[in-house]
């Protein structure tokens, strides 16, 4: 668990820094889809629960790479 924490709060590369943003912009966008206060169609709602927890993914996994070789 420590080791988590620790990669958690380590330097994250600048370039998992956009995939983090990209993940949380589509995790986002998937919850705004799925929380429509109006009908919307099946397929719809499917490919916004999609995209909601692909951007969830993308954005844990962004935010767990670190620069440090020792970890």
């Known amino acids: 668990m420590k080791k988590i924490i620790k990669r958690a709060s380590a330097p994250t590369p600048k370039f998992f820094k ?3 943003n990209v993940g949380l912009a589509l995790a986002a966008i998937g919850g705004t889809i799925l ?3 109006i009908t919307l169609p099946v397929i719809v709602t499917t490919i916004g629960g999609y995209v909601a927890v692909a ?3 993308l954005s844990a996994s962004s935010q767990l790479s670190t620069t440090d070789d020792s970890q």
């Open 18 to 20: 956009v995939l983090r």
């Open 35 to 37: 929380a429509a206060p």
């Open 55 to 57: 951007g969830g993914v």
